[in-house]
Nanobody, 120 residues
Framework: QLQLVESGGGLVQAGSSLSLSCAAS????????MGWYRRRAGNQRELIGL???????NYGDSVKGRFTISRDNAKNTVSLEMKNIQPDDTAVYYC??????????????WGQGTQVTVSS
């Protein structure tokens, strides 16, 4: 089992920066990718980005150039830095990790979500 806990959400003004962090605990050996998704009101969950164990990041199209994801394998954490944040970035942000339970099984884990609200 893996637990993911996000922190850092809140209310910010448009144009500012905000950082989110996610810490994994439990059976952390076997984590493959870590990253972030978000769900804006009325929309489906969308990918922000996933970072592999080697540090390669695959970003979603909607945030390229503004958001940066980083990972600390030693601490089992993944961070999301958001710059020039806009009202359209208002969403619940979810931490994600996939975890190899065995040679034949990979499980997906989600954090509880953290609300980010951007005022104009």
């Amino acid at each position: 089992q893996l637990q993911l806990v996000e922190s850092g959400g809140g209310l910010v003004q448009a144009g500012s920066s905000l950082s989110l962090s996610c810490a994994a605990s439990g059976i952390t050996v076997g984590i493959i990718n870590m990253g972030w998704y978000r769900r804006r009101a009325g929309n489906q969950r969308e990918l922000i980005g996933l970072v592999s164990t080697s540090g390669y990041v695959n970003y979603g199209d909607s945030v390229k150039g503004r958001f940066t994801i980083s990972r600390d394998n030693a601490k089992n954490t993944v961070s999301l830095e958001m710059k020039n944040i806009q009202p359209d970035d208002t969403a619940v942000y979810y931490c994600f990790a996939d975890h190899r339970r065995s040679s034949m099984a990979i499980d997906n884990y989600w954090g509880q979500g953290t609300q980010v609200t951007v005022s104009s």
